[in-house]
C-alpha cells in the first residue's frame, strides 16, 4: 500500500467517525413531550418537541405531556365497604397530565415516563381515597347521599395526589353500586313507600269525596232553609201589605164621614128629613123641636083629620 492510498483510507475512517459523531450528537422530542439529557449520567438539561443537538454520548428521555387517563373499577374484592362493612362498588375515571416543570426530578427521583403510573401508585390512591369516604357512611347514607360522597372522593383522592408530578385534569365518580341483598331491600322499601303513597292517595280521595258529599248535603240545607225563610219574609210582606192597605181604606173611610160630618148642615138635615119621608110627598102631621134640632113623627092614619 502506498503512502497515497494510506492517508486516503485514514482520511475516510476519519470522515466517517466525524460523520457518525455528528449524526449521534443530533436528537429529537416528539410533539406534546418533555426531553431530559443525561450524558454519561448526568443530567444535562431539558428538550423542547424538535430536533436539536445535544453532542456525543447524550441519551435524551422523553415524558408525555399529554392527559392520561386512569379507570379503576372498584367491583368484586376491589371493592369498598361502607362503615358497617357491606360492600360499595363503583367506577373511578381520573384524568391528568404529566408537570413539566418537574421533569428532571421525575428522571432523578421517580423514572421513566412508563414507569410513574406505577412507581407513583396512583391507582392505589384513587381506591384509597375511595374507600376512606365510604368507610364513613353506612350504606344507605350512601345511596341518599351519592353526590354528597362523590365529592368528598374526589377531595380524598386529590389532596394524596402526587401533584409534584402530575396536575389533576378531573375526576369522576359514577356507578356507585351495592351489593344484592342491600339492593333487594331498597328495592323491596321502594315497593312499600309507592305502595303507602298510593294508600295514601287513595284517602285522600276518598277523604275529598266525603267532604264533598257533605258539602253538597249542607249546601241543599242551606238553600232550603233560605228558600223557607225567603218564602215566610214574602208570606210576611204580603199579609203587611194587605193589611197597610185594610188599614189605608179605613182611614179613608173615616176620613170621609169625619169630613162630611163637618159639612152638615141644618138645611141639609131637613133635606134628609124631607127624602126620608117620599121625597116632599108626605110629609110629617106633627114637629117637635125648633130649628135645625126638630123632630117628625108621622101620626097614625085617621089622627089630625077634620
Known amino acids: 500500500m502506498g503512502k ?14 466525524g460523520l457518525f459523531v455528528g449524526v449521534s450528537g443530533f436528537d429529537s422530542v416528539d410533539a406534546s413531550h418533555k426531553g431530559v439529557k ?77 414507569d410513574l403510573a406505577d412507581i407513583l401508585r396512583i391507582e392505589g390512591i384513587v381506591k384509597e381515597g375511595f374507600k376512606t369516604v365510604t368507610s364513613q357512611y353506612s350504606s344507605i347514607e350512601i345511596f341518599q347521599k351519592r353526590q354528597e360522597v362523590k365529592m368528598k372522593a374526589i377531595e380524598q383522592i386529590q389532596s394524596k395526589f ?66 223557607a225563610e225567603a218564602e215566610a219574609y214574602q208570606k210576611k210582606v204580603l199579609a203587611e201589605s194587605r193589611a197597610f192597605e185594610i188599614t189605608e181604606v179605613a182611614k179613608a173611610e173615616a176620613t170621609a164621614l169625619r169630613l162630611k160630618s163637618q159639612e152638615l148642615t141644618p138645611l141639609m138635615l131637613q133635606n134628609n128629613w124631607v127624602d126620608a119621608w117620599g121625597g116632599g110627598a108626605k110629609v110629617p102631621m106633627y114637629i117637635a123641636g125648633d130649628g135645625g134640632n126638630n123632630f117628625l113623627m108621622e101620626m097614625p092614619n085617621g089622627i089630625g083629620e077634620t
Open 4 to 17: 497515497a492510498t494510506f492517508t486516503f483510507v485514514v482520511f475516510m475512517v476519519l470522515l466517517g467517525i
Open 38 to 114: 443525561v450524558r454519561l449520567g448526568k443530567i444535562t438539561g431539558t428538550m423542547e418537541p424538535g430536533l436539536e443537538f445535544t453532542g456525543p454520548l447524550t441519551e435524551v428521555y422523553q415524558y408525555d405531556l399529554r392527559v392520561r387517563t386512569m379507570t379503576v373499577d372498584m367491583a368484586g374484592s376491589q371493592g369498598a365497604v361502607d362503615k358497617d362493612g357491606q360492600s360499595v362498588f363503583a367506577t373511578i375515571e381520573v384524568n391528568y397530565k404529566f408537570n413539566p416543570l418537574n421533569a428532571e426530578r421525575a428522571y432523578s427521583e421517580i423514572g421513566l415516563n412508563d
Open 162 to 227: 402526587p401533584q409534584d408530578f402530575f396536575n389533576i385534569e378531573n375526576v369522576i365518580v359514577s356507578n356507585i353500586d351495592f351489593n344484592p341483598a342491600f339492593k333487594a331491600a331498597i328495592e323491596a322499601r321502594k315497593v312499600a313507600e309507592e305502595s303507602a303513597k298510593a294508600k295514601e292517595q287513595e284517602v285522600f280521595v276518598n277523604k275529598f269525596e266525603a267532604d264533598k258529599a257533605i258539602e253538597d248535603a249542607r249546601g241543599r240545607a242551606e238553600s232550603a232553609k233560605l228558600n
